[in-house]
């Protein structure tokens, strides 16, 4: 049977900063993932980050991804595209399909960086084409480079909404408006700017109410709600759309860590069920790590420092490092991903995450 | 709509160098995007049709994990077309309900 | 429906926030000459602009969270943090002249060219007024962010802030 010290399941941001500690550390490493080419969602990511220069702020997103992706090949990474793992055994042995063949891999350490997906929403007409995920418009433009649509209507303030909404403009395409039930945006005012700017009217407290068409989005009803979310008779309005692009949340995809054993907890602010671990990115089995989304919905940059974290923290664990190292990497990550967990924004994060660890300590 | 230029990205310089055939049409595709995409390229929206009102499906999620965008393709139903890489001559039917095993392409 | 003002209602920051926030320059300077305004209003952790000025004119210190404050007076309105700042919300804008000048980043396609008359909106997309392009200057880096110059009567120097996207060209 195939064998590695440390397998990393999914080659988005966190699995590739993963690989690159954990080879720096002199691991042997092997990331897996199910799709045709790494970088999970960080090469949609045209707009530039934020953050402190450690945090490579004001570089667009794909070319940190680009600069992860060559630190692999150089470090001699073993990376297996189109490999989807569908199994995490006792022993440490993961199951994947290969190119239609079935495979095992024996690995000493996993780490799960298996992200997150989009939500959906339900509504009249929210299964005709041209509703789809908000990142799903991402990908067409950014990636594939054809236009899902012309005329979009946006569903969330997020910063997936806003960024999204941005990007499909400089796509070529027009957004007719950004609708946000809550009633207040949710995402960066400097990214709801760009789009105010660019004409797109927002309208908070605004919810869906149906989506017309025969074989494909014709038109959209919004309609405005009350305090208590309730919509408001008399208040809706019909837009001319062709796409209706959905930003309402994403959820960690977390079935391989509940197949494997790993202990959960209710987090709702980080997209509900979400994998225990501790800070070393270890979840309730151990030689079992997690990282990125799959541990709580936040960002790209974060999902790098826990993927380094988990990285250095396995390849410690192994012997690669020793603990007075080990320590000083994790504690300089540690300051980085805690920067990024501050403000308004980043608060209520900091705070899930916290609650996160909290639950590990209670099961000691 | 395939978007040329680009205020970010590098101008897109590739070529149509393949074609699939769409339900018996002819439809020019780029080796090696995902079907979907060439789909999208040409206009065309609907992907396939629920099994018991027939009603019309699209794509949704894009990157392979919700199954909306599933199509027979050279004979093999429940494809992924947006993950699916494009083959010149590649046979593209909307599936109709579930698919079946052995569909004539 | 009266819409409630500020950024987390409308997406742009009011005058009141403007006003507040330490990054945006005095009237008095703004007529002196050209010097950057920095329209971040909310705590993000995030310090670019601060890198960028090769003059030390902008501070966020720590934690990486602060509103960036400008010193106006060593400001000389270079514009090099208009294309660093990842929110494309810096802006340079010069009232010594006869009309305003007012210099945006910008990342559509196609860009305008230097000469050209094109309309000029305000925070909420609106076109306001007409205006001649004086300057589009692409750095390598900047990274894709153009800087386009603008300039307009001086009536508007608080309200223009950027330019109607422009018909897109030669893709067929």
Known sequence: MKRTEIAIIGAGPAGLSCAVEAARAGAKVTLLDENLKPGGQLFKQIHKFFGSREHQAGTR??????QLLKETEELGVEVLLNAAVYGIYEDKTLAYIKDGKDYALQADRIVIAAG?????????????P???GAGAAQTMINVHRVLPGKKILMVGSGNVGLIVSYQLMQAGADVVALIEAAPQIGGYGVHAAKIRRAGVPVYVSTTIKEVIGEEAVERVVITSLDEKWQPVPGTERTLEAD???????????????????CEFTFIPP???????????????????YVAGDITGVEEASSAMEEGRLAGVASAESLGYYDEETAKALKDEIWQRLNSLRTGPFGEGRFKAKIRQLQARRQLA | MRIKHHPILDDDSRKCNASIIVDGKKVPAIEGEPIAAA??????????ETSKYHKPRGIFCAIGRCTDCVMIVD???NVRTCVTPVRDGMVVRTQKGLGEWGEKP | MMEKKGVLYQGFPSMEELEKSPGVPSKDRIRKGPVACIECVQEIPCNPCEEACPYGAIKVGKPITNLPVLDQDKCIGCGNCIAACPGLAIFVVNGAREKAQISFPYEYHPLPKRGDTVDCVDRSGKVVTSGRVLRVVKAPNYDHTA????????????????IKRLEGSDDE
């Open chain 1, 243 to 261: 796409t209706v692009c959905l930003a309402v949340g994403l959820s960690p995809l977390t079935e391989l860590a509940w197949m494997a054993g």
């Open chain 1, 116 to 128: 997150a997906s989009e939500n959906a929403l339900a509504f009249p007409g929210c299964t005709l």
């Open chain 1, 61 to 66: 997103g794909f070319r940190i991804g680009e």
């Open chain 3, 147 to 162: 800087v386009i110059t603008v300039e307009v009567d001086q009536a508007y120097i608080d309200v223009v802030r950027s």
């Open chain 1, 130 to 132: 041209g509703v789809m």
């Open chain 2, 75 to 77: 004979g093999v139903p």
């Open chain 2, 39 to 48: 789909l999208l390229a040409a206009g065309i929206r609907k992907i396939r």
């Open chain 1, 270 to 288: 980080l997209g509900g069920h979400v994998p225990i671990h501790d800070e070393n990115m270890e979840t309730t089995l151990p030689g079992i």
